[in-house]
């Protein structure tokens, strides 16, 4: 039943910017954290960003000072920031949430279908 829905991807130009938004659905007790990872073509899953319900923030160097992660707990949405695009930022982008289902005490990872951002130069 838990389901996570990205958007916002799509086609720019280098050094254009995009927002991608991530939001969860289902019976969700409570969420320790989200992150955002891409996959290219021929390339391994890459690790982000990600934030904490304590807004605590980390970032992959790769993108570390252009992109920035958020989340509106109020909207239980969490938004990838992207500017200064490059591309080698050209990817499927996934959205990944760790949370506890209502009704059970361990958390369990969620992943999103993904959302194709195209950069040109």
Known sequence: QVQLVESGGGFVQAGGSLRLSCE??????????????????GKEREFLARIT?????????????????SRDRAKNTVYLQMNSLKS???????C??????????????????????????
């Open 24 to 41: 969860p659905s289902g019976s969700i007790l409570s969420i320790n954290h989200m992150g955002w990872y891409r996959q290219a073509p």
């Open 88 to 94: 080698e930022d050209t990817a499927v982008y996934y």
């Open 96 to 121: 990944n949430m760790q949370a506890v289902r209502r009704g059970y005490f361990s958390a369990d990872d969620y992943w999103g279908q993904g959302t194709q951002v195209t950069v040109s130069s």
């Open 53 to 69: 319900t304590g807004r605590s923030t980390n970032y992959a160097d790769s993108v570390k000072g252009r992109f920035t992660i």
